[in-house]
């Protein structure tokens, strides 16, 4: 069965190495595809094999799973996102006859690199997809199967079968039979490796499962590999924007029971060798232990337990020796951090630089201080290695915990998170706010995503709580945000720069707030210039309070549905702040990425 190349950069003249792969598609949210992924990549690591995992889509949470289950950087692979163009209701979903994007191709490289550079290549790729199958954005772009076609990758489809019985036939016979809007007769149709059934209730709802799927085996070929009950299966919390953290969630979470409970219930060894995964490992060793490999994965701490899982979720930069991260015991206006902010970051990636941040020799490298810790968690795993190869430095630090950023700094980046759930921490570090304000004073440029966009903000108060109630935030922007009890948006954006976005910091004074219709109001930096478009996607329940943009402040983006569907300006700059809800795809914003970076290089570099 047709594996997937690997071929990082720098080794393009070596034989590729076909990588089995898996796709975890599921009839809807809820079916249980994360649960059956930590389930396999658990019990893949209890027989010794090596996993990469992905998911596919904007999800931050599931991959953070995946790093600490398999102690690897976990990509997004997206097949709508990872272009930097307008969304027109003309546009094809990209289809395989042509090869994959390069924006993905850059990302699936990262991935099936071997890992931690033993020199081994991974013996299986683990993809979890989102929603349902056949769930994306216009005319099914950026969906799971899709995004399995465009890989040629099998799908092992995941069905719920919850309140079913042999209704579950009709069920999972019209995904193995449905034809997508983005097939032709060029493209790969999904393929399907087979059928995992969840949320069993007893031996004879099992019964009942398997007796109706029969006959699907018998006609299509494509069996049922799993009945997996409710009891034993872990149960993953959830709150507004998805599950509980990795963080939060992993501790408790019983490793060799998972695996057990996966293993009993699922034919694990028939799904491995229908994935073309070779000299599959058993179960138990013939003296009917297991193999030491495997009982270190099952027998170790969750990863240490929290250092380890974070130190594993950022990609290394293409160039070999590239340093990403600088070392962050930097000392920030002569106070310690109170954590070494490194151990948050993959190992290897950070330099020894003393106690004081300095610039790489030859030209000025800008030094970006990157928020991370528990209030801000959302960040691509390789948006780093990406700013690094743009030609940035990194430094994280703490928001929470820290009393400035690191010393030397000439930008920062908050990426999104859950500021909502650490708020009074936030508001109560002083220190930090003080210092952010003079940064931002100092007209340093500092640019917040989603959750980092509300730190940037005035204050904070959650919809239900008296008003009295209201955290204060960084202030930098001149706006409040209401964190409300229903889904402010959702879904794939395309989006143009507005005039002067981002461009090298102004004066607040200076700044000019483009209003549609009138002249100057078209989108692009400079005239004749070749306007900038990202990709992305928003997903928030939180919003600014009503009404136009403060005076002497303007929006960033004009933001497009997948459809191309003009939704309306967004964000806010201030200065040389900026933020907004948009979370920018890393292989589908490189130019922007590229344009802020240059706004904080050293002025003397140009």
Not at 124 to 129: A, H, P, Q, S
Not at 267 to 280: C, H
Not at 520 to 537: E, F
Not at 539 to 554: I, N, S, V, W
């Amino acid at each position: 069965m047709q594996g997937l190349a690997a071929h990082p950069r720098g080794s393009m003249h070596k034989a590729q190495v076909r990588i089995p792969g898996i796709v975890i598609g599921g009839t809807g949210s809820n079916t249980g595809k994360t649960t059956v992924t930590l389930a396999l990549l658990c019990a893949l690591a209890s027989r010794g094999l090596a996993v990469r995992a992905a998911k596919t889509g904007p999800d931050y949470i599931d991959a953070a799973f995946h790093a600490a289950i398999t102690g690897q950087p976990a990509a997004n692979l997206d097949a709508w996102m990872c272009r930097q163009a307008p969304a027109t209701p003309a546009e094809k979903p990209v289809t395989g006859g042509k090869g994959l994007p390069r924006g993905l191709q850059t990302i699936f490289e990262r991935m099936a690199a071997s890992p931690s550079g033993t020199g081994r290549a991974p013996d299986l790729l683990l993809v979890e997809g989102a929603m349902g199958l056949y769930d994306g954005g216009h005319a099914g772009a950026g969906s799971t199967a899709h995004l399995a076609a465009l890989l040629d990758l099998p799908i092992l489809l995941v069905c719920s079968a919850a309140g079913l019985g042999q209704s579950v036939a009709a069920q999972v016979e019209g995904y193995l039979r449905h034809k997508p809007q983005w097939l032709n007769p060029k493209s790969t149709p999904p393929r399907f490796l087979g059928i995992v059934c969840t949320h069993i209730g007893s031996p004879r709802h099992a019964e009942i499962i398997a007796d109706a799927l029969k006959p699907l085996e018998k006609s299509d070929k494509i069996p049922l590999l799993g009945l997996l009950p409710r009891k034993g299966a872990p149960e993953l919390q959830s709150r507004h924007l998805g599950l509980v953290e990795a963080r939060e969630a992993l501790p408790a979470l019983d490793r060799a029971a998972l695996t057990n409970w996966l293993e009993d219930h699922c034919r694990l060894d028939a799904l491995l060798k229908r994935a073309g995964v070779v000299n599959t490992p058993s179960r138990r060793t013939a003296s009917g232990t297991r193999p030491a490999t495997a009982s270190r994965a099952i027998a170790a701490p969750l990863v240490d337990t929290h250092e380890a899982a974070l130190a594993s979720r950022f990609f290394p930069p293409c160039q070999p020796g590239a340093a990403t991260i600088r070392n962050s015991a930097i000392q920030a206006d002569n106070q310690e951090l109170q954590e070494d902010a490194t151990s948050l970051f993959a190992p290897g990636l950070a330099l020894v630089a003393g106690t004081k941040a300095r610039p790489a020799r030859g030209a000025p490298r800008p030094l970006i201080a990157m928020a991370w810790d528990a209030a801000f968690s959302f960040c691509y795993a390789d948006l780093p290695a990406l700013l690094t190869e743009l030609g940035a430095d990194l430094v994280p630090f703490s928001p929470l915990r820290d009393a400035a950023p690191p010393q030397g700094c000439t930008g920062l980046y908050f990426p999104g998170g859950y500021p909502e759930l650490h708020a009074e921490e936030l508001a109560a570090n002083l220190p930090m706010l003080r210092r952010l304000r003079t940064l931002a004073q100092q007209n340093i440029p500092i640019y917040g995503e989603c959750g980092g966009y509300i730190y940037l903000m005035r204050s904070l108060r959650m919809e239900g709580q008296p008003e009295l109630r209201e955290y204060a935030m960084a202030g930098l922007l001149p706006l409040h945000c209401v964190l409300g009890k229903t889904r402010a948006a959702l879904g794939y954006r395309a989006a143009v720069a507005l005039p002067g976005w981002p461009e090298r910091p102004e004066r607040p004074e200076r700044l000019k707030t483009p209003v549609a219709g009138q002249a100057g109001s078209k989108p692009g930096s400079k005239p004749g210039s070749k306007p900038l478009w990202v990709r992305g996607h928003e997903f928030h329940y939180a919003r600014e309070d009503e009404g136009p943009l403060p005076p002497h402040c303007a929006p960033l983006w004009q933001l497009h549905d997948s459809k191309g569907v003009l939704l309306r300006q967004e964000g806010c700059r201030c200065g040389s702040v900026a933020g907004t809800w948009l979370h920018c795809y890393p292989e589908g914003s490189r130019t922007f990425w590229r344009a802020w970076l240059k706004t904080a290089t050293p002025p003397h570099s140009f």
